[in-house]
């Protein structure tokens, strides 16, 4: 009987051992899936005299796409030369996929990056993985900054230069030289979504 009394003891005991290591489990899970979710999210920054500061760690937001527009393919005289690597905000991206609205504040980055030389007529070339354009070197960089009450069309377009390296800071572009493309053409509140299967819901 001591003994049988011991043996459930002991499974009791063990039991009680792999709820605590499993409840620590679940709550380092959930922890670092809050920290996910909760991380900081990066607001447009300006100088003094209101140009627009290089986004940080760009690099390191969300993807929704590479539009590409090759010379070749253009008569020779594309507007944008290369692809458009476009990334936008992470904090920014998890409101619209909750909301289906670009919060004020959201930035898209698109960093330009020119095509290998071409080898056809058409500026293709031939690579391990078949014909095609395949990316060169980094162009500079265009940013896209949603704000109302500082914009009056609700966004702002600045150019970081159309070569490297990319500009410390840039001013507002006129309307005529970007915004009104975006306004005419992009389907949703001026962001071509429908170049990014991400956003385009």
């Not at 011991?6 to 959930?30: C, D, E, N, P």
């Not at 940080?56 to 507007?79: C, D, I, M, Q, R």
Request: hydrophobic content about 30%; charged content about 20%; proline content about 7%.
């Amino acid at each position: 009987m001591e003994k049988k009394s011991v043996r459930i003891g002991l499974l009791i005991v063990g039991a009680a051992v792999s709820m605590a290591a499993a409840t620590a489990v679940f709550a380092q899970s959930k922890s670092k899936e809050d920290n996910s979710i909760t991380r900081t999210r990066y607001l447009p920054e300006y100088t003094a005299s209101g140009e627009l500061i290089l986004p940080k760690n760009f690099s390191e937001w969300v993807y929704v796409g590479s539009p590409l527009t090759p010379h070749a393919l253009n008569g020779g005289k594309a507007g944008f030369p290369e692809f458009h690597n476009v990334y936008i905000e992470p904090v920014s991206y998890e409101i619209y996929k909750k909301t289906n609205v670009f919060p004020e504040g959201t930035i898209f980055f698109k960093e330009l990056q020119l095509t290998l030389p071409g080898e056809n007529p058409d500026g293709s070339r031939t690579e391990p993985s078949g014909r095609g354009y395949f990316p060169g070197k980094f162009n500079g960089a265009d940013v896209t900054v949603k704000d109302s009450k500082r914009y009056p069309s609700g966004w702002g377009y600045y150019n970081f230069n159309h070569h490297e390296p990319k500009a410390k800071t840039a001013k507002l572009q006129a309307t005529s030289d970007c915004g009104y493309c975006h306004e005419a053409s992009a389907k949703k509140d001026q962001v071509w979504t429908q170049f990014y299967p991400l956003l385009d819901r």
